[in-house]
C-alpha cells in the first residue's frame, strides 16, 4: 500500500556558513522580526556574521540547506566546559517542519564530537522559543522581562550535558 506523506522538504544538508550565506541568514532573521527578534537585534546579528571566520573554531556558525536556499541557521560556541548556542533560527515558511531539531540535534552532534569535555550547553532565547529547547531538556535559569524589547522577554536556558554523552565522542 502506498505511503501517504505530507508535503516535505527534500532532506536539508547541514553545513558549515560561508560569507555567501549571509544575505540568506539576514532574510531568516527578517522572517521571525519582530515575532521572535526585536528589530534593534539585526545590527548585532550583522555584525556577528561579519565576525565568522575569525579565531578558529571559536565559533561555529552552520547552516540547513535544500536546493541552493538557506532555510535555518545556527551556531555553537565554547569556553571551557561550557557551550552555547547562537542565533539559530528557521524561515518562517518552514516553522515546525522539524528543522529546528534537525538544526539543534546536528549542532548536538558537532559539539558532542569535538568538545566533549562540554558540561552545560546554554542558550539565550525568548519566552516563544522556550517550549522548543524544554523539549530538549532545557531548563530556564533565568527570566528577564522585556530584555530584547517591551514583551519580547529572555530566557535563559541550560542543558546538562551527561559524562556518559560526553565520552561518547571523543575527539
Ligand atoms: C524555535 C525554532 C528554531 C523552532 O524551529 P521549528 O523548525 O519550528 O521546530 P521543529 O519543527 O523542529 O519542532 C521540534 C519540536 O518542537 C516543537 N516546537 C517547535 N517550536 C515550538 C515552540 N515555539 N514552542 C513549543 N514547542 C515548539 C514542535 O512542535 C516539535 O515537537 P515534536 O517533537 O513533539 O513534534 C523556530 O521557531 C524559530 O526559528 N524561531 C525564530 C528564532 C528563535 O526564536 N530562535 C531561538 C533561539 S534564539
New binding site residues.
Partial sequence: MATVERPQLERPTFRSYTPDDRAGCLRLFDD?TPD??APSERAEYAAFLEGLGGAPAAHAYFVLEVAGEVV?CGGVSVKGDQAG?S????ARA??????????FEARLAYLRAHYPEARALW????Q?????F??FGFVTQTVTEDAFAPGLHEYRMALELSAPERSDHAR
Avoid: K
Fill in positions: 521571525n521572535f527578534f535555518a548556542l542565533w539559530g533560527m528557521v518552514h516553522h515546525r517542519q522539524g528543522l529546528g531539531r534537525r538544526l542558550v539565550n532565547t525568548s516563544r522559543a522556550e517550549g522548543f524544554r523539549r
